[in-house]
């Protein structure tokens, strides 16, 4: 006579949770849509990391969106003025849920080397930042570098289907 089976169990909530989520970040991780902002000079290096030799679709994040409503990745690259403050405060804030910020280059991350009265001594003084690049101008393998820690920090974040602030 065989042994009856278990009753089987549901899985827990918690498991389905996290599947959900994993699901989700990986899914969203490779498909960054990146608003450029760009202001300065750090904008020669923004070009050359979306040339050919360095390839951003391999990370899914190609396609820069030139209106802040279709995009999710806000890359801020070069100096922000006070008097440009307001406008990526805008910009930051079309943009729909989720949505992250890369300071893109010194200047933006910090005022850099333009410790004056006009520059916005970083970024992070205006709106959340998720991911700092270094360098003035930073290398193309920093921001790739970047893009795959941002990757990383998407892929073990909540991602909840219905915001739960609301
Ligand atoms: S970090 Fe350097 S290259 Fe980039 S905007 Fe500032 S001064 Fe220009």
Not at 96 to 102: G, H, N, T
């Amino acid at each position: 006579m065989s042994t009856p089976l278990p009753p089987q169990t549901p899985p827990p909530a918690e498991y389905l949770t996290t599947r959900k989520d994993e699901f989700i970040g990986w899914a969203r991780k490779f498909s960054l849509f990146p608003y450029p902002f760009v202001t300065a000079c750090c904008a020669m290096e923004f070009m050359s990391v979306s040339s050919t030799p360095y390839d951003t679709d391999r990370f899914g994040a190609a396609l820069p969106r030139f209106s802040p409503r279709q995009a999710d990745l806000l890359m801020v690259v070069g100096t922000v003025t006070h008097k440009q403050a307001p406008i990526l405060r805008k910009v930051y804030e079309q943009m729909c849920e989720p949505k992250w910020v890369m300071a893109f280059g010194v200047c933006a991350s910090s005022g850099g080397f333009y410790r004056n009265y006009a520059a916005v001594q970083g970024i992070d003084t205006i709106i959340p930042v998720d991911i700092y690049v270094p360098g003035c101008p930073p290398r193309p393998e920093t921001v790739i570098d970047a893009i795959m820690k941002l990757q990383d920090k998407i892929a073990n974040q909540r991602h909840p289907i219905v915001n739960e602030d609301y």
